[in-house]
């Protein structure tokens, strides 16, 4: 018997929980403090799925999958004035 399995990719979430930013992709969860963000960005390849690029006040930067743009959402919310300019690649 041959069994054959397929498996949808799973896409990151994003939901607000107070001063965090919860995101959420298959078997892991990353928390993301709205104070630790300096600067955020939204980034478009040639066509592609957007991501954001946060850049954090230690020195991190990050890059985050953002398909239906619930992450974008969000920050245009609780860190608008951080944003910096569009860019695309």
Not at 25 to 47: P, S, V
Request: hydrophobic share 40%; with cysteine; net charge negative.
């Amino acid at each position: 018997m041959r069994v054959q399995l397929s498996f949808e990719p799973m896409l990151e979430t994003y939901e607000l929980c107070g001063d965090e930013i919860v995101s959420t992709a298959l078997f892991r969860k990353k928390c993301i403090r709205i104070n630790d963000i300096n600067t955020w960005q939204e980034i478009y390849i040639g066509g592609g799925v957007p991501f954001i690029c946060i850049h954090f006040a230690d020195g991190r930067k990050v890059d985050f999958d953002d398909e239906h743009e619930e992450l974008f959402g969000i920050l245009r919310q609780v860190a608008a004035d951080k944003k910096m300019p569009f860019a695309s690649a």
